[in-house]
């Protein structure tokens, strides 16, 4: 199983509303990421977790707060968004976090912020 | 800090062209560099994975190279198939700063049947 899940596929949600993101994995890996992807741009890094710690934040707003309740689930959690955050979430996972790794990618979360 | 672009941007070609997308990197001191395809509004696949110390990495119709001294990477694509239409990314691994792939402008491909 080379798969990477992400529910909803889509959401919508006002400005004031908290809303989740969750990704899963079982291929055993120790390594899940979240990017954000904007219309016709490339990916960005937005979060890595390695072994469940937090180990990059790449200096993402405090409206996004993401988890990792086990090896195999991470969350990003979301509150107070604004229209600007609109956008593909994917979510990604590889064996350790290595630097020789290949990353699994889901299907990804299109999100419309109101 | 690395930058990466892809030429062209957009390409259409009628089936059975073999075609080249490539890439190009302005740091190259990388661990690896991975090619992905993306079909719109979905996630990301990996299609090949080139380590800094591989020249070039193939699967089936897919050849992959990497010349990281003048920091340039090509996906050549044979006998180009109308699935083989989508969004194709290459994303590089730098040595210098914090771990993660740095991904370029992507290539939107056409093949018409």
């Known amino acids: 199983d080379t798969e990477v899940t992400q529910t909803p596929k889509h959401l919508v949600m006002g400005m004031t509303n908290k809303k989740s993101l969750k990704c899963e994995q079982h291929?055993?890996?120790?390594?899940m990421y979240w990017y954000k992807q904007k219309a016709k741009k490339p990916p960005e890094l937005m979060f890595v977790?390695?072994?469940?710690?937090?180990?990059i934040n790449e200096s993402v707003p405090s409206r996004f707060s993401p988890e990792c309740p086990n090896s195999s689930l991470l969350n990003l959690h979301l509150h107070a968004l604004q229209p600007e955050d609109s956008a593909l979430y994917l979510c990604?996972?590889?064996?350790?976090?290595?630097?020789?790794?290949?990353?699994?990618f889901g299907p990804g979360t299109r999100l419309l912020v109101l | 800090k690395q930058e990466v672009t892809q030429i062209p941007a957009a390409l259409s070609v009628p089936e059975g062209e073999n075609l080249v997308l490539n890439c190009s990197f302005t740091?190259?001191?990388?661990?690896?560099l991975q090619w992905f395809r993306q079909d719109p509004g979905k996630g990301l696949t990996s299609l090949l994975l080139?380590?800094?110390?591989?020249r070039e990495q193939t699967s089936g119709r897919l050849n992959a190279s990497l010349d990281k001294s003048s920091g340039r990477s090509t996906l050549y694509i044979a006998a180009s198939q109308p699935g083989d239409s989508a969004t194709y990314l290459c994303?590089?691994?730098?040595?210098?700063?914090?771990?993660?792939?740095?991904f370029g402008t992507g290539t939107r491909l056409k093949v018409l049947a």
């Open positions: 990604a996972s590889s064996q350790v976090g290595g630097r020789m790794e290949t990353q699994y």
């Open positions: 291929m055993g890996h120790r390594a």
């Open positions: 977790y390695s072994y469940e710690k937090l180990s």
């Open positions: 740091d190259s001191a990388i661990y690896n």
């Open positions: 080139i380590q800094s110390s591989q």
């Open positions: 994303a590089v691994a730098s040595t210098s700063g914090t771990y993660k792939y740095i």
